[in-house]
């Protein structure tokens, strides 16, 4: 029954910004780490940014003091603030989220269907 469903996605220019939304429904018990993922046409998808439920992020080299990952957990939405894009960001950007159903059981990956951004040079 959990659902995560991005949004924000679409054209922007080289040098501009775009926040990116995620938002998970359904059973859920509990989220813990969430993140963003994209893919390049060509390219294998790839890590963009991390953060735990205390908040502690991580972020993958390229992308490190440009983008900002951050969450609402009263929301269960996760958000990617995206500045100074490049073409080289040009991608289908995924959520992912840990998420635990029950209190019975263990925690599982979800993923949304993706949003495409796309930098124009």
């Known amino acids: 029954q959990v659902q995560l469903v991005e949004s924000g996605g679409g054209l922007v220019q080289a040098g501009g910004s775009l926040r990116l939304s995620c938002i998970a429904s359904?059973?859920?018990?509990?989220?813990?780490?969430m993140g963003w993922y994209r893919q390049a046409p060509g390219k294998e998808r790839e890590l963009v940014a991390t953060?735990?439920?205390?908040?502690?992020?991580n972020y993958a080299d390229s992308v490190k003091g440009r983008f900002t990952i951050s969450r609402d957990n009263a929301k269960n939405t996760v958000y990617l603030q995206m500045n100074s894009l490049k073409p080289e960001d040009t991608a289908v950007y995924y959520c992912?989220?840990?998420?635990?159903?029950?209190?019975?059981?263990?925690?599982?990956?979800?993923w949304g269907q993706g949003t495409q951004v796309t930098v124009s040079s």
């Open positions: 992912n989220a840990d998420i635990t159903r029950t209190t019975m059981t263990s925690s599982h990956p979800y």
């Open positions: 359904g059973r859920i018990f509990s989220i813990n780490a």
């Open positions: 953060i735990t439920s205390g908040a502690y992020t």
